[in-house]
């Protein structure tokens, strides 16, 4: 059971990555269109569309956490896909701008299902185990990701609702695979009874401030979420350093990809069996502080590239935290607490890509005495070191 359940979770992040990243390269092209043509308006409308979707994933995903905690994962998991589902077909059918920022709300809870898909790995993985699973979850979103819009972009130059349309054939694929595939992971003696208190955003909270080792953790966690989002600075950035074009920029980003997926599906099981889940966090984070800092110092593109290769293994840092939280809460307990990262997450979501590109202009905008572009991955850096800083504190051995 074990075997199969960790093979549908799999399935199903990828899935619900290669669903989302097909719609990637279409989206705000349809927004444009639906709203007149005016790319200026389109661009804001975009950029206000992913901030919705990540305010849903930071309101809902202790929602359907608590739910999970109540009812099992099983339900929890098929309905938030056929949903997924169902959303995209009514993207693909959308009328008008209104129509497809209703469809973006939809998602945004819907795939708040991820939590609930890490908590499922929680219940069936003993927790020496739990990090390499995680890294496996890794895997999935990384394969998703990249997949998913290269796959859009060739869909979409044929019509630019047809990713929409293979979007939900995939959600839909996955429900049915999960109906009759999937096994409960939650016995009904080891559940909790839903409450509103642990199912909002805040109240939810409460789990992490009864536990201090959690709270730093989780501290940790959100610091890297928000370093991630300088990935919004990326194409501007190497564009007015390294002059690299679009060609440069997609064989980098797809390193970056590549070294992820690798990282997380080959190295992080034997990280964790020779050093330990907290030696593991901690060489991942500051390789990717080091990684980040040589990004923003990178004299040429051959040292930004280096950067790559080393801020890769910061791919150890997510599975081994994951690790290392799961393990400090009961069964009852998992999907509230994969429901609060995930809220985190989506609040790193809404900071993240307004602060980073707010800082690169403020560096580069004409009239600066010492003009300095990698201030974003300087920052990135710096949050990283701060990361690790905190988990070291809090995860030190005690007498």
Known sequence: MRRAALVFVFVTIVLDMLALGVT??????????????DTARGARLYGLFGVVWALMQFLWSPVLGALSDRFG???VILLSNLGLGLDYVLMALAPSVAWLFVGRVISGITAAVIPTAHAYIADVTPPERRAAAFGLVGVAFGVGFVLGPAAGGLLGAADPRLPFWVAAALSFLNTLYGFFVLPESLPPAQRRPFSWRRANPIGALGLL????????????????????????????????????GEREVGLAL????????????????????????R???????????????????APTGAWFVVGVAISSLWGLAAPA???????????????????????????????????????????????????????????????????????GHVTRPRA
């Not at 501290?219 to 990935?231: G, I, K, P, Y």
């Open 24 to 37: 990637a390269p279409v989206l705000p092209q349809l927004i444009v269109a639906l709203d007149g043509g």
């Open 321 to 391: 935290n994951q690790g290392l939280m799961s393990a400090r809460v009961p069964p009852g307990e998992q999907g509230q607490l994969q429901g609060v990262q995930a809220s985190l997450r989506g609040i790193a979501w809404m900071i993240g890509p307004w602060l980073f590109t707010e800082i690169f202009a403020m560096f580069v905008e004409p009239g600066r005495a010492w003009p300095l572009p990698g201030a974003p991955f300087l920052l990135a850096a710096l949050l990283l070191a701060a990361s690790a800083a905190i988990a």
């Open 279 to 297: 030696a593991t966090l901690l060489v991942g984070l500051l390789c990717g502080a080091v990684g980040f800092a040589l990004y923003g110092l």
């Open 254 to 277: 797809a390193c970056v990809g590549l070294g992820a997926v690798s990282v997380q599906g080959l190295l992080v099981r034997p990280s964790v069996a020779r050093l330990g889940e």
């Open 73 to 75: 994962r099983r339900p």
């Open 209 to 244: 401030r009864a536990r201090p080792t959690l709270l730093g953790l989780s501290a940790a966690n959100f610091l890297t979420n928000v370093a991630h989002e300088s990935r919004y600075a990326f194409v501007l950035y190497t564009g007015l350093r390294y002059a690299w």
